[in-house]
């Protein structure tokens, strides 16, 4: 059965950096594209990133481009989302999405909380 863990969480300043993991086991890697979404507290999950199967194209939430990053390594079954310039808007739980190729399917982490300080 498909698991997916995120890792790379905590606590970080106003302006500085993260990077996320999440590593896929139980299933066949490429057969997912991958993406990232955060939850705040009182707001809706929102989407945050996303990456195709091959890595080949990649979509981001407006509120995030130029600053956060999504790739993938699919030798180690991870995706990653680097996250510069954190803003305290930014701080949420951040969840790892898993979505079959050509389908609807979706697997979800138990995702990593994000601490952004003033």
């Known amino acids: 059965q498909v698991q997916l863990v995120e890792s790379g969480g905590g606590l970080v300043q106003a302006g500085g950096s993260l990077r996320l993991s999440c590593a896929l086991s139980?299933?066949?890697?490429?057969?997912?594209?991958m993406g990232w979404f955060r939850q705040a507290p009182g707001k809706e999950r929102e989407f945050v990133a996303s990456i195709v199967w091959n890595g080949g194209s990649t979509t981001y939430a407006e509120s995030v481009k130029g600053r956060f990053t999504i790739s993938r390594d699919n030798a180690k079954n991870t995706v990653y989302l680097q996250m510069n310039s954190l803003k305290p808007g930014n701080a949420a739980v951040y969840y790892c999405?898993?979505?079959?190729?050509?389908?609807?399917?979706?697997?979800w982490g138990p995702g990593t909380q994000v601490t952004v300080s003033s």
């Open positions: 139980g299933g066949t890697f490429t057969n997912y594209d």
């Open positions: 999405n898993a979505r079959v190729r050509g389908g609807s399917k979706n697997y």
